[in-house]
């Protein structure tokens, strides 16, 4: 008795039995709660399972990447959804990011124009609703003239209320080829960076990089596509009955999307890119000015290094916050996965499987960012050798 | 030692599961209203002649007027109700889990609603059909000449599939531009981002009778793609619930064959006719079988009217919407609203 007591009082025991006593609880809540909707989904004959995925889906999406039709699956229409999730998720991390970086460094310029115009710019978009700014971007884009007025902004590229219409190339196959080449030329350019820098480390002497490796990128997709007889066509838009018909599109919902969160979250990043320069000490920018480096150079070397190990942990929020707002995309008809899986949900009846979907889906698209930031976090970790 | 704090969770953990437990189901629907003392009734976040609050926040409508000629019957008191304004995702979970006990809310009486979903529905009070709404100014006479056209839909009905079919038994093609909040919809087709607006041919009357300021301006094309049986719907398995349902919007059907008005109820309490005696419960029968008094059907003849009176206040000649009885007028003028004997 008085050895159970005394393992009792251990605080290793005690420690381990409160965990136990946790896991096995949260267990025993999640399997309640499950078992629970199940039987009452059943009890109240509500159809359960997964098999609604293989049934044709009979609704149409405004855009897709993929080739799709009424006639496919909701499991295609799913996928669908969720491509153009991630596609307007990394266009907008993108540009947020190069915004943001503009912006943040804008409102520590010296320039008293330039800086409290980043302040004004920071200050609004972040304090207004991310919804509001959507709806007040879509509205602009319906402001547009109809497709019969469209502005021609350049010859063959017209801007109207249906979104921006431009030719595309007609498929050939030298573009693949070229495509390949391009590929093999960034995978060069990148064996070139890393030759240079090794080759100025060891003897100290500056190499050619940029232009080795821009040569690298653009000269082979231009041989192979010269080489391959220059096929050379263009699907031009041309207007037909309601609407451009040929060429390629941007919608005004995609854009009023991109923009919304490129703009909303640049604030963000602005601030976080501050915070993360002005981290430096002075003192390093003085040291850079006293060894005759010039501002840009300061930055690029000396700063921005430094203040990534700041910037980085924060901005993947901001980043799983973008892909997570995308799904505000149902208030302006962008067709996200969110918006395809209601619909989903709302002709099959099945609520519940269509949610736990869509929970799984933005859960492993954020732990892929979360993954690969962390990733790139400790490459710009101080190394402490 | 185990502090006190950390007993406290200690015991939520362990007890939570048994607590909750014990919330498994209710008893039937119709005892459960009972005992509650009114009907909480679903209906739309405010489609107007349908169901939306008027200007004093009183909830108005066809659908409405469902609710309260329950609540009526059951209470006789039709003002016993309680609303629930629900999306169009959100109202079949919301009736599947017992959050309401009538869902009006022009609801698409379907095989699989009724079957796979787990709903059974009284009879259809208001019969329609899917169409387009087009600006005038295109000129067009027939929805088959929208080929390639941009169309504006609300998600979450039955809506997005109804147009996909018929653009595809038609070998057209379409854009769909699916918006989830009505206003941002609709200000989407008044800008000319879409050609075409669709949905039930009764909210295009509505969205155009609200929201333009010259309602000629806009067209809605003949064609019906559809068939749309807007009717309330309850969970299965409580029939007396599901008789006192449908009962109770077949006495309003049956008052208007008979003539019968909330006016004149009163007076007609003296007729002569068999059928009038046994629908107002001079002839008792009728009550006791539903399990409500025998006076139900006057209750709700006197507080919410018979059928014609409510469709001309709320969609018909009465209203903004203006819309012509059509397949709702009476069987025996040549509509689809029939009401078996109520004996």
């Known amino acids: ?385 | 030692m185990i502090s006190k704090l950390q007993a406290a969770a200690l015991a939520a953990v362990v007890t939570l599961p048994l607590a909750l437990t014990g919330t498994a189901q209710a008893g039937a629907t119709f005892d459960g209203v009972k005992q509650k003392g009114y009907v909480q009734c679903g209906v739309n976040l405010g489609l107007y002649g349908f169901s939306a609050p008027d200007d004093k926040g009183k909830w108005t409508g066809l659908d409405v007027d469902v609710c309260r000629a329950v609540a009526a019957a059951m209470f006789g008191d039709s003002e016993k109700v309680k609303y629930t304004p629900l999306s169009a995702q959100q109202r079949l979970p919301a009736l599947q889990s017992g959050e309401i006990d009538l869902l009006a809310r022009n609801t698409t009486r379907t095989l699989s609603r009724d079957t796979a979903n787990g709903l059974n529905f009284a009879p259809t009070n208001y019969y329609d059909g899917q169409g387009f709404m087009v600006s005038a100014k295109l000129g067009l006479k027939s929805a088959k000449q929208l080929n390639g056209a941009t169309v504006c839909v609300l998600p979450g009905t039955t809506t997005e599939q109804n147009v996909a079919d018929f653009f595809r038994a038609n070998k057209m093609n379409f854009k769909p531009v699916v918006i989830e909040k009505n206003e941002e919809l609709h200000k989407a087709f008044f800008s000319g981002r879409c050609d075409a607006l669709t949905s039930d041919a009764s909210q295009l009357a509505a969205i155009r009778a609200a929201e333009t300021q010259n309602p000629n301006d806009y067209l809605i094309l003949p064609e019906l793609i559809s068939k749309e049986p807007l009717s309330p719907a309850i969970r299965q398995g409580d029939d007396e619930w599901a008789n006192l349902v449908t009962w109770a919007f077949f006495a309003m059907v049956q008052a208007e064959e008979k003539g019968i008005t909330s006016e004149n109820v009163d007076a007609s309490m003296t007729s002569p006719d068999p059928d009038v005696k046994r629908l107002l419960g001079v002839t008792a029968g009728n009550g006791k079988a539903l399990g409500v008094e025998e006076n139900w059907a006057y209750t709700i003849i006197k507080q919410v009217g018979n059928y014609a009176q409510s469709f001309e206040r709320n969609v018909g000649a009465g209203s903004k919407l203006k819309m012509p009885r059509g397949q709702n007028a009476l069987y025996t003028e040549g509509g689809l609203m029939y009401a078996p004997p109520l004996k």
């Open chain 1, 1 to 385: 008795m008085s050895k159970l007591v005394q393992a009792l009082n251990s605080a290793r025991v005690r420690g381990w039995l409160y965990q136990a006593l946790f896991v096995s609880g949260t267990l025993a809540v999640g399997w309640y709660l499950v078992s629970n909707t199940l039987t009452n989904l059943s009890k109240r004959g509500v159809a359960t399972g997964f098999g609604f995925l293989n049934r044709e889906a009979g609704f149409e999406i405004g855009e897709s990447l993929l080739t799709y039709a009424a006639s496919d699956t909701y499991l295609k229409a799913m996928v669908v959804g969720l491509l153009n999730t991630l596609t307007v998720s990394a266009v907008a991390i993108v540009l947020a990011s190069i915004l943001g970086i503009v912006i943040g460094v804008a409102r520590l310029s010296s320039n008293w124009m330039v800086g409290r115009f980043a302040a004004v710019f920071v200050e609004t978009v972040r304090n207004v609703p991310l919804l509001l700014q959507l709806v007040v971007w879509y509205t602009i884009m319906n402001r547009l003239p109809s497709p019969r007025e469209a502005l021609e902004v350049v010859p063959h590229v017209f801007l109207s209320n249906r979104g921006l219409k431009f030719p595309t190339f007609v498929e050939h196959a030298g573009h693949g080829w070229a495509f390949l080449a391009l590929i093999l030329g960034i995978v060069g350019a990148v064996l070139v960076v890393r030759y240079g820098r090794k080759h100025r480390e060891t003897t100290g002497k500056p190499f050619p990089t940029l232009p080795l490796a821009l040569a690298s990128v653009v000269l082979p997709p231009v041989a192979v596509f010269v080489g391959s007889g220059a096929p050379f066509a263009f699907d031009v838009p041309v207007l037909a009955g309601f609407n451009f018909e040929g060429g390629a599109a941007v919608t005004p919902e995609f854009t009023a999307l991109l923009i919304g969160l490129s703009v909303y979250t640049a604030g963000f990043i602005a601030e976080i890119v501050r915070s993360g320069i002005l981290a430096v000490p002075h003192g390093q920018t003085e040291a850079g000015l006293a060894l005759g480096l010039s501002p840009a150079h300061i930055l690029r070397l000396i700063i921005l290094p430094q203040a990534l190990r700041v910037i980085v942990p924060p901005l993947t929020s901001q980043y799983l916050n973008l892909t997570k707002n995308s799904s505000l995309a149902v208030a302006i008809g962008y067709p996200d996965l969110v918006s395809v899986t209601n619909t989903s949900a709302n002709q099959t009846g099945q609520v519940v499987e269509a949610v736990a979907m869509m929970m799984a889906v933005y859960l492993i698209i954020s732990l892929c960012i979360a993954g690969f930031m962390n990733w790139y976090n400790r490459k710009v970790a101080l190394v402490t050798r």
